[in-house]
């Protein structure tokens, strides 16, 4: 992971601050086999997404996917909130690295 030196890093949002060469099957094995699950849903909802022939499967691991993904940006966050800080009060007192070299 990396914090970027050209802004304070309680700035940035979650998905920039987490930006890595990494995939989500970092957050979860997508080789795992599939496993039947009952849900309860609005039925106007489900009766409304059939009719379109929605894949409510796909639909509803592309979902759970951007939730994980948002609830662990949000706990890396919290786990590391002390050395944010850290770091904004050092850029507060000397500046980035580099930034006498910046021409924009």
Request: proline content about 2%; hydrophobic content about 40%; glycine content about 2%.
């Amino acid at each position: 992971m990396r914090l970027y030196a050209h802004s304070y890093a309680h700035t940035l949002m979650p998905s920039v601050l987490l930006q890595r060469e990494a995939t989500m099957a970092d957050l979860y094995n997508s080789n795992a086999p599939k496993k039947a699950a009952n849900l309860s849903v609005n039925s106007d909802l489900l009766k409304k997404t059939r009719a379109l022939n929605i894949n409510l499967s796909a639909t509803l691991e592309r979902a759970l996917k951007e939730e994980l993904a948002k609830r662990e940006a949000a706990r890396w966050i919290d786990e590391n909130r002390s050395a944010i800080r850290s770091y904004n009060e050092f850029v507060e007192q000397h500046g980035c690295f580099g930034d006498e070299f910046r021409e924009f």
